[in-house]
């Protein structure tokens, strides 16, 4: 497993759970960005829950914003990130829709949401890979 990807699961296992998506991963990637992990997860608190309305989910907006503090701000990596999610949820990026697909397929959120965090870890890692 990714170490990105493992340091995410860890935070959303703890108990109880106070991250969400794009706090777990703003944390993620705080040490290599030089920036606390407090001041990551302030940054991320209002865009868990697709920016606390069901828009954009919050693991989306985070993995653009870690991608444009690693200088990746191009529109085409932002596209290819953007679209990387989306088809592999039928076209899918706000919160509300992809609960509500994840709940009528049976699903429960946790899982769904740790889902969408670790896709939005490795596509952005791969992103940041292919920058350097």
Do not use: W
């Not at 990105?4 to 759970?17: D, F, G, I, S, Y």
């Not at 870690?66 to 191009?74: E, I, M, Y």
């Not at 076209?91 to 946790?110: F, H, S, V």
């Amino acid at each position: 497993m990714n170490k990105h990807v493992e340091k995410a699961m860890e935070l959303r296992n703890e108990t109880p759970m106070v991250n969400n998506c794009a706090q777990t991963i703003m944390r993620v990637y705080a040490d290599e960005l030089g920036i606390d992990e407090n001041l990551c997860a302030a940054i991320g608190c209002n865009f868990g829950g697709g920016m606390k309305c069901g828009g954009t989910c919050g693991a989306i907006t985070a993995g653009l914003m870690v991608l444009g503090a690693k200088g990746v701000d191009s529109p085409m990596a932002v596209q290819q990130f953007r679209k990387g999610i989306a088809e592999k949820h039928d076209g899918m990026t706000d919160c509300a829709d992809l609960l509500r697909a994840n709940a009528q397929k049976g699903g429960d959120k946790k899982t769904h949401c740790d889902k969408m965090i670790q896709e939005a870890i490795e596509l952005a890692d791969k992103l940041i890979d292919e920058k350097q």
